[in-house]
């Protein structure tokens, strides 16, 4: 049975509006709360240590809206906008009259560069063209940021000591690795992530398309995070990808009146 007991004082003392803090204030007061991530050791997977980082870095929601965007936006860049075509005006030759207008029993035509004919102009073909399109940088940042809590999130994001790479550059010798920590083709493909080139490991796979595939921290956008099933990434990588995309969380500095 629930039974009246005195209120505490403090509680009726945050209710007087002078002394209340202004809600900008009381957020920057409270502690950022951050999420864990193991640090293993390349390729043995030893861990190590553990690193805190935000929870807007790697603990966002799913938005599958801004992923999309993301990668239609990163899409539309890839585009080369080459194909062309030559209108009637552009095609080589005389521009006279095939025939007669009339007499000859047969159609009317104009000149042999009509887009009815054989080896004539193109109505309405293809021109170069830009086909990239915009996407604001605080959208593309989140994307970004989302696309690595969704990993970290399902468990698939492993972050390695810097320095990843391997004794041989073999690809016999890199298959035996996916395959015992099961980021092979039968655990599905594994993508891993490096600050800078690492010779041994870069040339092991190149020829291990079917288990995975490197790439340096330059190369990769939202659709490789989003590809493959799992993320095999370097700190220093990842903390240069969070560094690189948090436009949104940067307040703007007011200008002094």
């Known amino acids: 049975m629930a039974t009246e007991t005195a209120m505490p004082s403090s509680l009726f003392r945050s209710t007087d509006p002078y002394s209340l803090t202004p809600l900008r204030e009381q957020s920057s ?25 935000p929870s807007n870095h790697l603990h966002l929601p799913l938005r599958r809206d801004i992923l999309h965007r993301a990668v239609i936006y990163e899409g539309d860049a890839t585009r080369q906008g080459t194909a062309s075509s030559k209108t009637r005006f552009e095609v080589h030759g005389s521009h006279r009259k095939i025939r007669p207008q009339k007499g000859t029993g047969m159609a009317r035509l104009g000149t042999r560069q009509s887009p009815m004919l054989k080896g004539g102009g193109k109505s309405f073909g293809p021109h170069p063209r830009d086909f990239s399109t915009e996407l604001p940088r605080k959208m593309y940042d989140l994307a970004w940021r989302t696309a690595l809590s969704y990993r970290y999130r399902k468990g698939e994001l492993i972050v390695c000591e810097d320095g990843m790479d391997i004794e041989y550059p073999k690809t016999r010798f890199v298959k035996q690795i996916f395959r015992h920590n099961r980021w092979g083709n039968e655990n599905s493909r594994s993508l891993v992530i490096t600050g800078s080139f690492r010779k041994n490991l870069f040339r092991a796979l190149r020829h291990a398309g079917e288990d995975g595939r490197a790439q340096m921290e330059r190369e990769v956008d939202v659709k490789d995070l989003l590809e493959l099933g799992r993320i095999i990434i370097e700190k220093r990588a990842l903390d240069s990808i969070l560094k690189d995309h948090e436009s949104d969380l940067v307040q703007k500095v007011q200008a002094a009146a």
Do not use: D, G, N
């Not at 951050?34 to 553990?50: A, D, H, N, S, W």
């Open 29 to 53: 007061q409270l502690p950022a709360s951050e999420v864990l991530t193991t640090i293993y050791k390349f390729p043995t997977m030893e861990p190590l240590r553990f690193e805190a980082y």
